[in-house]
């Protein structure tokens, strides 16, 4: 005779197992991956595969996106999108995503492209040429068709860029919003290595380099700490009349700091960039002993050119003292290995701010701004 208490405990068992599996229940069964830096993307594990979650690396409530990558035929839990892994053929809407791709010797795999304007890759160009990969234009101009008929199994994508994510959520294609540029630590935008090596087919590989570059990162990091001063830095010029200074949590400002030196807007709260008026960085950075900013210039750039942008240039110390640092995105492929290599990053960085600690390094993506 079944007892009532066994009776109430049997019709819940059994009531569990015949609803569908939801998200919820498949993080519930694990704590999933730990990451050591990334705040933008949570990967645990599911029957048959992996629950990937996109969330706001500033306010991990937000979910952005929510993904069961299935290595089977195994049903995804209620509700969430299912993607085929390995990925073979990938929408990839950005020059700064193909870093993860190229790192991960996966570029194959990539059926279309926003633009090819900041890639120099000689296989991913090459792919270009053949046909392989095809280009769907820009946000706010997306070919649409032809991304459809491409049928990418993912597509990557900045969820924040005007008329690019959401026109693309009216396709039903699987997306995956890149959070990647929103983390604060270098670190962070680098550990995504390990979500693309899940989307890929790539995840021990991924876990490698990843465990490497972190290595070679906090042994330059540690060196840098050792520099008995820090100068004084600051970030950005002036654009269609402001001044976007990196904010005091951004990416920029972590490298500054591990590079062994002070940021002028260490202070400021900021993940992002804040917007203000020339006279507010000029308080700040009069007597700065470096300056960092980008060049999209063929050839080098000199203190007369940048002057000519804007002559108060001329009464900052670091200008002065031929201080500036510059990385010229027109030569330098920046844009698609920055994400992946911020140990060479931080490299340049401790070579000009402290060239007694790493007299042998020559600077790969930044240089100092000629007479």
């Not at 270009?128 to 706010?140: F, L, N, T, W, Y």
């Not at 995105?329 to 070579?351: C, F, N, T």
Request: with cysteine.
């Amino acid at each position: 005779m079944i007892r009532p208490i066994h009776l109430f405990i049997l019709v819940i068992l059994i009531t569990t197992a015949c609803r569908p599996r939801t998200a919820a229940d498949a993080t519930q069964t694990s704590q999933g991956e730990t990451l050591q830096y990334a705040r933008g993307f949570r990967i645990s594990p599911i029957e048959g595969g992996k629950l990937l979650r996109i969330v706001d690396p500033g306010d991990s409530l937000r979910v952005m996106a929510t993904l069961a990558l299935m290595d089977d035929d195994t049903p995804p839990p209620a509700g969430v999108t299912a993607v085929k892994v390995p990925c073979r053929r990938i929408a990839c809407l950005s020059s700064t995503y193909m870093a993860y791709l190229i790192e991960l010797d996966a570029v194959d795999g990539v059926v279309a492209i926003n633009s090819s304007r900041h890639l120099m890759n000689a296989k991913v160009n090459a792919l270009i040429h053949d046909g392989h990969i095809q280009k769907v234009g820009k946000e706010g101009n997306f070919n649409t068709e032809a991304l459809l008929a491409l049928a990418p199994d993912v597509v990557l994508v900045s969820p924040f860029k005007t008329g690019g994510y959401e026109a693309l959520q009216q396709l039903n294609l699987p997306l995956v919003p890149m959070m990647a540029y929103e983390e604060e630590h270098p670190l962070g935008r680098a550990e995504w290595l390990k979500m693309m090596g899940c989307l890929v087919g790539k995840k021990p590989l991924a876990d490698s380099l990843f465990a490497n570059i972190a290595q070679q990162y906090d042994h330059l990091k540690q060196l840098a700490a050792t520099a008995p001063h820090r100068p004084s830095v600051f970030s950005g010029k002036m654009k269609s009349g402001t001044w976007y200074v990196p904010g005091g949590r951004s990416f920029y400002a972590h490298y500054f700091r591990d590079a062994g030196a002070q940021y002028v807007f260490a202070d400021d709260d900021n993940r992002g960039a804040t917007a203000v008026d020339f006279e507010i960085v000029y308080q700040r950075a009069a007597k700065a002993d470096f300056w960092r900013i980008y060049s999209n210039t063929p050839g080098d750039l000199t203190r007369e050119q940048l002057a000519a942008e804007d002559a108060r240039y001329g009464h900052f110390n670091a200008f002065e003292k031929g201080n500036v640092l510059y990385c010229n995105i027109a030569e330098k492929a920046y844009y698609e290995q920055g994400p992946v290599k911020p140990h060479v990053m931080l490299a340049d960085y401790i070579h000009f701010f402290h060239p007694e600690l790493l007299p042998a390094h020559e600077p790969v993506y930044y240089q100092r701004i000629q007479e």
